[in-house]
């Protein structure tokens, strides 16, 4: 009697060696992250604590302005790139100078628009001068190639450069804002650190394929930005729901409620920053892979997804009251509820994850645009809604319904054109 074949598949291997590079780069990102985010939690502490509220929602906008600013001066390049360079690693360098190029011009642009902005809408000179100060965050962010080296085995580089960065801003908060109460030095701290981050990943490159000359090859932008504009709306779009809040409480509730935000956000966005690491490992390997196995790839990564964050969740909103006043203070004990709301976009945002990555990969980039506009405009309305009426709680809520409204639409769509299978055959065991 003959034994019952038992060795794997071909497709199933090819699968498995797939997933082990996702999990490789996942986990060298992961790591530099973890070590960076200790650093940036030190760092975000004793602003907190040395500014107070006021003080500290304050840069928090800044830093939410700067997130918004680089979508600009990224204009949807950077995840079409890492697509394009993981499926022909050859062709890193001749891209790679082209979008340099592309870059150094947006950012330029953004930052003139942004001063002019700035300069003519804000009325208090104090907070005006904090606002301005970020634009010099914007070069260096032009200059960072992070997620494009990913294609050539970068993951490494990301990871030194992202722990680098922060260690300089908390050296730069440490000697020069700290002692002097001075929150009009904390962009400057901010930019040298994204300098550092950029500088890494240049000398990496530099290693393999030279040092990198910024080229200007006008057909090659114009076609690049005529195929990244659904990408950029989509960034646009995902912008508007990760800091569309904090910057509303800001200008209507004032400096203080934005602080009080921006610390219950704390913890959730370290574990969005870290499903974003996620996202850009999946996309990578997505791309890579052949398609008869790509989707057992995508099965693996939404049933762990949802294994790991869901505890994640529940741990966070049970344990809110006790860690916000033990890490912020006593002052910040109207964040406490917020971020026991807050927590439910983690499992949201996880499952999300994958769908846009398969989306992305399977060039369904306009379906991925429409997704988040209709998304955005739920945060947009919701929140100037809730924001006058329930306060920074009401913004919370606003977060989490946005969260699940994303999730649903990409799975959706995605289901819809046979590009994921159904989800209880998606969560199930294979």
Request: glycine fraction near 10%; charge should be positive.
């Amino acid at each position: 009697m003959t034994e019952p074949h038992t060795e794997p598949l071909p497709i199933e291997v090819e699968a498995a060696a797939a997933w082990r590079g996702l999990v490789k780069n996942f986990g060298t990102l992961l790591l530099g992250e973890g070590a960076a985010a200790f650093f940036g939690l030190v760092t975000f502490l004793l602003l907190a604590r040395n500014l107070g509220p006021a003080g500290f929602g304050l840069v928090s906008v800044g830093i939410a302005l700067v997130g918004w600013l680089s979508l600009g001066v990224d204009s949807g390049t950077e995840i079409l790139s890492l697509r394009n360079v993981s499926r022909d690693p050859a062709g890193f360098r001749e891209l790679a100078e082209r979008i340099l190029g592309l870059r150094i011009v947006t950012s330029l642009t953004v930052a003139a628009v942004y001063l002019v902005i700035i300069g003519i809408g804000t009325r208090s000179p104090s907070n005006r001068a904090v606002y301005l100060g970020f634009v010099v965050a914007l070069p260096a962010i032009a200059l960072n190639l992070r997620w494009i080296v990913l294609g050539i085995g970068g993951a490494r580089a990301v990871a030194v450069g992202n722990l680098a960065a922060r260690i300089v801003f908390l050296c730069g908060v440490v000697f020069a804002v700290v002692p002097h109460h001075a929150v009009a030095r904390v962009p400057f701290a901010y930019a040298t650190g994204e300098f550092v981050y950029a500088g890494a990943i240049f000398l990496m490159v530099a290693r393999r394929f030279g040092v990198l000359v910024p080229r200007i090859d006008v057909a090659f932008w114009v076609a690049t930005l005529r195929e990244s504009i659904p990408v950029m709306i989509s960034s646009y779009a995902r912008g508007i729901q990760f800091s569309f809040d904090v910057l509303l409480i800001g200008f209507v509730l004032g400096p203080r409620d934005a602080g009080f935000f921006s610390a219950a956000q704390k913890p959730v966005l370290f574990f969005g920053t870290v499903i974003g690491l996620f996202y850009v490992s999946f996309v990578s390997s997505y791309s890579a892979a052949a398609s008869e196995f790509a989707s057992l790839v995508l099965r693996r990564a939404v049933r762990t997804s949802l294994v790991v964050t869901l505890p994640v969740a529940f741990t966070v909103a049970a344990v809110a009251e006790f860690v916000i006043p033990i890490a912020f203070g006593h002052r910040y004990e109207n964040a406490a509820p917020v971020l026991a709301i807050l927590a439910w976009k983690i499992p949201f945002s996880a499952l999300t994850a994958p769908f846009s990555g398969l989306l992305i990969g399977t060039g369904q980039t306009v379906v991925l645009m429409r997704n988040n506009v209709i998304t955005a405009a739920v945060t947009v309305l919701g929140n100037l809604l809730a924001v006058p009426l329930v306060g920074i709680p009401g913004a919370a809520i606003v977060g989490v319904v946005s969260s699940a409204t994303i999730l649903t639409l990409n799975y959706r769509s995605a289901a819809s054109r046979k590009l994921a299978p159904p989800l209880r055959a998606l969560l199930a065991r294979a």
